[in-house]
């Protein structure tokens, strides 16, 4: 049973504008949540994280939205770029999980110059 | 900057091989963690690590088998290669400071077994 979800297998977005990538989970002890990002032949890298006592976390043009209620976090890339296109996993972790991450399948970004 | 380190990075081999995924960190960390990723799906936990000694199976179960005599070296080993092997196999440490601190990962061994 998959506990975070991305809906949405890829993306595509002009770039300069506003993308925005959706994950939701399921699991309401999750309170540790992260952005990966993943380009081919290569390992995630880190992107961004936020807690459960935020609602928002910023970090240049990234911004993640936290919606506890709805279960469902965002990622805000403003604005993007050509050099953001890549597949974007998010993950979640909870205290009585042992802090395991559970990561999403991810979704395709492609930004067009 | 890569602070851990994967090797191979490709690795095509014949059923019935045995092999060693190698995996080292230079940061000192103390959990150390293998991941299985196929195309389009979400990473899978096979093997976690909290320190020296310490080794746990994750949420997939998996044939293969770690170890972790060193705090900077966590090798996973496939005694027999099978197809359903093939897969991309990521490493990924973190500190032990509690929860908070990301996952940091090497660039994966895409292992392809024949």
């Known amino acids: 049973d998959q506990q975070v979800k991305q809906n949405s297998p890829s993306l595509s977005v002009q770039e300069g504008r506003i993308s925005i990538l959706n994950c939701d989970y399921t699991?309401?002890?999750?309170?540790?949540f992260l952005w990966y990002k993943k380009y081919p032949a290569e390992g995630p890298t880190f992107l961004i994280s936020?807690?459960?006592?935020?609602d928002k976390n910023e970090d240049g043009r990234f911004t993640v939205f936290l919606n506890k209620s709805a279960k469902h976090l965002s990622l805000h890339i403003v604005p993007s770029q050509p050099g953001d296109s890549a597949v974007y996993f998010c993950a979640a972790s909870a205290r009585n999980t042992g802090n395991q991450f559970y990561f999403g399948t991810g979704t395709s970004l492609t930004v067009i110059p | 900057e890569a602070d851990i380190y994967q090797t191979p990075r490709y690795l095509v081999i014949g059923t019935g091989k045995k092999i060693t995924l190698e995996c080292s960190q230079t940061?000192?960390?103390?959990?150390m963690y293998w991941y299985q990723q196929d195309p389009g799906m979400e990473l899978h936990l096979i093997h976690y690590?909290?320190?020296?000694?310490?080794?746990e199976k994750g949420d997939l179960s998996s044939e293969s088998t770690v170890s972790r005599i060193r705090t900077e070296h966590f090798p996973l080993t496939l005694e027999s290669a099978r197809p359903s092997h093939t897969s991309q196999y990521l490493c990924?440490?973190?500190?032990?400071?509690?929860?908070?601190?990301?996952?940091?990962f090497g660039n994966g061994t895409r292992l392809t077994v024949t």
């Open positions: 936020i807690s459960s006592i935020k």
């Open positions: 690590s909290y320190g020296v000694n310490s080794t």
């Open positions: 699991n309401s002890m999750f309170d540790y």
């Open positions: 940061m000192g960390h103390d959990k």
């Open positions: 990924a440490s973190s500190p032990r400071r509690g929860q908070g601190s990301p996952l940091h």
